[in-house]
Nanobody
Framework: VQLQASGGGLVQAGGSLRLSCAAS????????MGWFRQAPGKEREFVAA????????NYADSGKGRFTVSRDNAKNTVYLQMNSLKPEDTAVYYC????????????????WGQGTQVTVSS
């Protein structure tokens, strides 16, 4: 599967952004989807994951209560709604797809998008 992330940008602290990740192919619903991020000089970290039909979601502690992951299988797209953004949320955000939930959670998933930059100013 090929993934194309979009929706990043520059926002002030406290603002919101919605990231999108569009997937190619006709088997989108067979993939667990997730989001990771990587800030300059830091390791890539897990942000959120969502099961094939959206019934299960997981979030990193850093995003709980502020981020919401969702998907629209008819549109082959996964979203990450980010509210109450903080400067420490500044990073390149990547979407990931894999058939295994564990592989998305631990970042070993097989398919990655190109990333979209999110910059939060203070």
């Amino acid at each position: 599967v090929q993934l194309q992330a979009s929706g990043g940008g520059l926002v002030q602290a406290g603002g919101s952004l919605r990231l999108s990740c569009a997937a190619s192919g006709r088997t989108f619903s067979s993939y667990v989807m997730g989001w990771f991020r990587q800030a300059p000089g830091k390791e890539r970290e897990f942000v959120a994951a969502i099961s094939r039909y959206g019934g299960t979601t997981n979030y990193a502690d850093s995003g709980k209560g502020r981020f919401t992951v969702s998907r629209d299988n008819a549109k082959n797209t996964v979203y990450l709604q980010m509210n109450s953004l903080k400067p420490e949320d500044t990073a390149v955000y990547y979407c990931v797809a894999d058939g295994r939930y564990g592989a998305v959670l631990d970042g070993s998933g097989g398919s990655w998008g190109q990333g979209t930059q999110v910059t939060v100013s203070s």
